[in-house]
C-alpha cells in the first residue's frame, strides 16, 4: 500500500521534487498522527517528495538503550530498498519528547569520509507534533538541513541543488534566534545538527575561518552534554568533531599538527561513546582511526603509530565481514595489505609481509579471475610486489622467482584485455626481477 502512494507521489511530483524521503510512522503516545503531521510539514519543501510510511510493525528496537541496533538497520534498509526513499526519517518517544533519526542506504559503507551516524539524533518537544503550529521556520530549516546532508547526492543535479540548499540553509540559520518555546535541554542536539549541517556545506572549500565557527557549534553542544540522555549522543557530536579535523586536516596535509593529532583524539573520545554494543559506529570510527595513525606515521617515522593503523584496521574487520559487508570488507583488506607491507618493510620481518600476502589474497574472494580479471590482476601485482621485496631484502632467487610468477600471470590477463598501459608496467618488473636473478 504505502509503495504504491509513494509511486503515485513521484509521478506527481518528478518534474520538481529531487529527494524523497519516507516518514516512518512515529512509536509514539499519539498513535500514528504525528508522524503524519510530521510528513505534512516536510512536503512545504518543494524539493522533497514525502512518504508517510505507516505499515504496522513494532518498533521496539528503536529504544537505542536496547542491544537491538542491528534490527534498526537491518528494518530500515528493507523500508529503503522497498520504497527507493533517499533517507528514512524514524521518530520515537523519549520523556515526553520525540528523537528524530536519519537512515540512509549504505550508511555505513567503508571507505568513506563525511557520514550521517543512524545515532546521530536530535530531540524536540512533543507538542511540536501534536501540533505542528508550535514548530518555529528555524527549526523546520533545521531538519530539511539535516535531511539534505545526510542524503548522498546520485545526480549531478541533486549534488548541485543540495549544495545550494545546504549554503542557503546554513545562511539563514546564521541570521535566526532560538525559539522562545524551546528549553535548553534540546540546544546541545541542536548546537550539534547545526554544526553537522555547516560542515556538510563548508567540506569541500573548507578554511580556517568556518574551522572555527563549525568547531564552536560543536563545542557549546559538548559544554552542555550534561543535558542529554545518553553517553551515545555525546559519542556522536565527538564523531562529528573528529570528521571537522580529519576533513581540515584533509585540505591541509602539511598543517599536520594543527588538524591530526586532534582528529585521532576526537574520535578516540568518540569510541569511548560509541563502544562494540554499537558496532557500526565503533567499526567505522576504527576505520577513521586507521587512516588518520597511518598519516601520522607518515609525517614522524613512529613505528608505534604504523602498528596502530594496522590495529584499527583489525578493529574495522571484525565488524565488517565477508558475509555482511563484501565490499567494505575488501576495502580494510586492501588497506591491511599495504599498512602490513609497510609495517614489514620498517620492521624487516617476513612474517609481517606475509600477513600482507594473505590479506591481499583475502580481496580476491571478492574479485576472482572470471568475473573481474582485470582487479584480480592488479591484486596478482601487489602479491608479486611483496615477494620481490623480501627476496631482495633475503637476497632469495626463489622469492624472486615467485614474484616472477605472480607478475606473469597480471601481464597475462593485461594483454588479453587489450590493457596496454598496464602490460608495459608488469613488464618493467620482470625485467628488473630478470636483471635480478641473472
Excluded at 549544495?163 to 525559539?179: E, F, H
Excluded at 593503523?309 to 591491511?336: D, M, T
Excluded at 607491507?341 to 572470471?370: F, H, V, W
Aim: hydrophobic share 40%; net charge neutral.
Amino acid at each position: 500500500m504505502a509503495l504504491s502512494i509513494f509511486k503515485s507521489l513521484r509521478a506527481k511530483a518528478e518534474s520538481v521534487a529531487l529527494f524523497r524521503v519516507a516518514v516512518i510512522a512515529f512509536e509514539d503516545n499519539c498513535s500514528i498522527n504525528c508522524g503524519r503531521r510530521f510528513a505534512d510539514l516536510l512536503k512545504k519543501n518543494i524539493q522533497f517528495e514525502v512518504l508517510f510510511f505507516n505499515e504496522p510493525f513494532s518498533k521496539t528496537f528503536l529504544n537505542l538503550q536496547g542491544r537491538n541496533f542491528f534490527d534498526f538497520i537491518d528494518r530500515g534498509n528493507r523500508i529503503l530498498y522497498n520504497t527507493q526513499a533517499d533517507i528514512l526519517v524514524w521518530g520515537y518517544e523519549e520523556e515526553g519528547n520525540i528523537r528524530l533519526n536519519f537512515q540512509i542506504k549504505n550508511q555505513y559503507t567503508i571507505p568513506n569520509r563525511l557520514s550521517f551516524s543512524l545515532l546521530d539524533s536530535i530531540f524536540l518537544p512533543l507538542n511540536y507534533f501534536t501540533d505542528t503550529s508550535n514548530f518555529a521556520d528555524s527549526i523546520l530549516k533545521l531538519i530539511n538541513g539535516i535531511i539534505l546532508a545526510a542524503i548522498i547526492p546520485t545526480t549531478e543535479e541533486q549534488k548541485t541543488e543540495r549544495q545550494r540548499l545546504l549554503k542557503k540553509i546554513v545562511s539563514d540559520l546564521a541570521q535566526s534566534s532560538v525559539p522562545n518555546n524551546l528549553s535548553r535541554e534540546f540546544m546541545p542536539y541542536i548546537m550539534h545538527m547545526l554544526g553537522k549541517i555547516s560542515l556538510y556545506n563548508a567540506a569541500q572549500s573548507i578554511n580556517n575561518d568556518n574551522i572555527k565557527v563549525i568547531q564552536n557549534l560543536f563545542k557549546d553542544a559538548l559544554n552542555n552534554k550534561q543535558s542529554m540522555r545518553l553517553p551515545i549522543y555525546y559519542g556522536c557530536i565527538y564523531n562529528s568533531l573528529g570528521q571537522l579535523f580529519e576533513t581540515a586536516f584533509l585540505h591541509n596535509k602539511t598543517a599536520s599538527s594543527d588538524y591530526l593529532k586532534p582528529a585521532i583524539s576526537a574520535y578516540q573520545q568518540a569510541q569511548k561513546c560509541l563502544n562494540r554494543n554499537y558496532p557500526y559506529d565503533f567499526g567505522m570510527i576504527s576505520y577513521h582511526l586507521a587512516l588518520l595513525h597511518f598519516e601520522l606515521w607518515k609525517f614522524t617515522q613512529d613505528l608505534q603509530a604504523l602498528r596502530d593503523a594496522v590495529s584499527k584496521l583489525r578493529e574495522a574487520e571484525k565488524v565488517y565481514s565477508l558475509a555482511q559487508f563484501p565490499q567494505s570488507w575488501s576495502a580494510i583488506e586492501n588497506l591491511l595489505g599495504y599498512y602490513l607491507t609497510s609495517l614489514g618493510l620498517s620492521t624487516k620481518s617476513a612474517t609481517i609481509m606475509n600477513l600482507a600476502i594473505e590479506c591481499y589474497k583475502n580481496r580476491q574472494k571478492i574479485y576472482d579471475q572470471p568475473e573481474h580479471p582485470f582487479e584480480w590482476a592488479q591484486i596478482q601485482e601487489e602479491i608479486g610486489k611483496i615477494y620481490y621485496l623480501l627476496g631482495k631484502q633475503d637476497e632469495d632467487e626463489k622469492l624472486m622467482s615467485e614474484a616472477k610468477n605472480y607478475y606473469l600471470s597480471a601481464q597475462a590477463i593485461y594483454q588479453e584485455l587489450n590493457a596496454k598501459k598496464a602490460a608495459v608496467e608488469t613488464q618493467k618488473m620482470l625485467t628488473k626481477i630478470a636483471d635480478y636473478i641473472d
